[in-house]
């Protein structure tokens, strides 16, 4: 069935990198939107990142802008989270998400319209 | 950015009882509004689209409701499996925002 499939967290200490994998099936993976949405511990949900279809537009939430990169590869059904300089507030759960077939993200804005497929999250956690 | 902002961030309700859960938008999303259901330790999971939308597969008893900046969530006979956190989330512009959350707890 449609799976997204989450991997690649882990324990990091502060200002190091981690690299985020999200692995799509059972459906056309370049035909969607697609975003990262994170958990700190005991707490709600937060977007984090969203790419275009194509993977040509990318948008950020301000905590992390500068020092995630959301990209995608179409011909391997992946998405990814390149994180870097990790502080303490980073630790969370997350997940992937897949929005809506409607959704686009032009230049300059990014119309979504729902998650409705999300991954089951991997954990990253950053400590010293 | 857009803020959402919950109420209440907790209740207790019994089975069978009629439970509403309201969302407000720092702004006008028009009818850009989700809402989630989230168990411990379990991926979100998408209830209503669209304000109203009732995705397939989920209980009538789930309804959405509300435009502009006020939503509401109604339970209109809550079930033992009904028991969980809800978000609502704005899609109508980046950063898509969620609310705070409302954990719905056995009375």
């Known amino acids: 069935q449609v799976q997204l499939v989450d991997s690649g967290g882990g324990v990091v200490h502060p200002g190091g990198s981690l690299r985020l994998s999200c692995a799509a099936s059972?459906?056309?993976?370049?035909?969607?939107?697609m975003h990262w949405v994170r958990q700190s511990p005991g707490k709600g949900l937060e977007w984090v990142a969203a790419i275009s279809s194509d993977g040509n537009n990318k948008f950020y939430a301000d905590p992390v802008k500068g020092r995630f990169t959301i990209s995608r590869d179409n011909s391997k059904n992946m998405l990814s989270l390149q994180m870097s300089s990790l502080r303490g507030d980073d630790t969370a759960l997350y997940y992937c998400?897949?929005?809506?077939?409607?959704?686009?993200?032009?230049?300059?804005?990014?119309?979504?319209?729902?998650?409705?497929?999300w991954g089951k999250g991997t954990t990253v956690t950053v400590s010293s | 950015d857009i803020q959402m902002t919950q109420s209440p961030s907790s209740l207790s309700a019994s089975v069978g009882d009629r439970v509403s859960i309201t969302c407000r938008a720092s702004?006008?999303?028009?009818?850009?509004l989700n809402w989630y259901q989230q168990k411990p330790g379990k991926a979100p999971k998408l209830l209503i689209f669209g304000a109203s939308s009732l995705r397939t597969g989920v209980p009538s008893r789930f309804s959405g409701s509300g435009s502009g900046t006020d939503f509401t969530l109604t339970v209109s006979s809550l079930q033992p499996e009904d028991f969980a956190t809800y978000y609502c989330?704005?899609?109508?512009?980046?950063?898509?925002?969620f609310g705070g959350g409302t954990k719905v707890e056995v009375k």
């Open positions: 059972e459906f056309i993976f370049g035909d969607y939107v």
């Open positions: 998400a897949r929005d809506s077939f409607q959704a686009y993200c032009s230049s300059s804005s990014c119309r979504s319209f729902y998650f409705d497929v």
């Open positions: 989330q704005q899609s109508f512009s980046a950063p898509f925002t």
């Open positions: 702004q006008n999303v028009n009818s850009y």
